[in-house]
């Protein structure tokens, strides 16, 4: 919930122009019609709106209710570990149609019906470290449309009364105090583009490429989620409830461990950063392929494909000349640190997706590489 959000009420909403209609991050191309699904009021979900329109306001789907929460068939799920956006905190939900039913993987994200929608909405807190309510920036939606993902941005008003499709993205003047400074930013809301940077793989069915959600996977949903018992996990809570289908009895899946967990050590919470945060785009089909760096979980923290010793292809090593991604015992020599520390366009890492430098995570995994036996990479 956002506290203290108010959202006037569906029927205060003014009519949409009938003939407008736009296309999302990839677009669809559809034409006009005489009537627009997208002004159709009504109770629940708008599934005729999101089926076929990429509607102005966000509230023309209905997806939320009049507190900004997530309304029914809303499904919470949270990730083991989080993926940096600016100190945001994230409200994630899946809504599938009707008798839909997602498909179970243990590797790739799962198969979902066309009419599901991923939702997530992007909250600022006043500072680093706050408790308190925050308030919501942008709504992020991932729509399945005839086999395909479709991404629409929507940025939220002053007021907090809507949020706005906005395809070409946005740049927000933000505000947040970290460590008593306020540090002034800009909040970059990613245009069709950028949204295909970090989604865009090579398809399932190894025809051409197409946008895939990143974190609707088993390594990061095993464990007790926001709606599951404590004693379940958010898998077998889907299977129960007949929203998963094709969990295995015995559920042996490579597991991202939990983050904030006592039992995580050092290495696991730095490995699982990196995986959440990089895996989408250094995997053989992603965008960053074709460095040679692969981060995800499953790899071997102390190979050349992990970056330890590995020069990378079309980086000089910056300012500091740096030059090894990796270089066990000496976090101060590594590449890999050294580009989530900066926020210039030619250094920072990730590209996109942040403005500001996620500072404990940076100190997080120079400490494990610090931690790691002394190698010498020269």
Known sequence: MFPGLVRRHRLLLPALA????????????????SVSPCEAVGEGV???????????????????DELGDPRYPAQLFEPSVALFTDYARKTRAIYLPPGGQMQFDDTAPFAFPDGSVLLKTFSLPTTTTD????????????????????????????????????????????????????????????????CALCHQQSAPDGQGRALLPVGVRARYLNHPGPLSPPSDNQLRHWAASGLLEGVPEELDVMTVPVASADTTTLAERARGYLDINCRHCHVDQGSGGLSGLRLGYEE??????????KQPPGYDGGAAGLNYDIVPGDASASILPYRMAHTAPRDR????????????AVAMVSAWIDSMPPVSCD
């Open 18 to 33: 009938a003939a407008t209609v736009l296309a999302g991050c990839g677009g669809d191309g559809r034409g006009s019609s």
């Open 300 to 309: 071997d923290p102390g190979s050349l494909r992990y970056g330890v010793c």
């Open 349 to 360: 890492m990730p590209p996109l997706g942040r403005s500001l430098v996620h500072e404990e």
């Open 131 to 194: 408790t308190a309510p925050h308030t919501p920036v942008e709504t992020r939606l991932l729509v399945r449309r005839e086999g395909r993902w479709y991404g629409l941005p929507y940025v939220w008003r002053e007021d907090g009364t809507d949020a706005d499709l906005r395809l070409g993205g946005a740049l927000l003047p933000r505000q947040i105090v970290r460590d008593a400074v306020q540090v002034d930013f800009t909040y970059r809301v990613p245009d069709a583009g950028q």
């Open 46 to 64: 708008n599934w005729a709106a999101l089926a076929e329109r990429n509607c102005p306001q966000l509230a023309d789907y209905r997806l939320l």
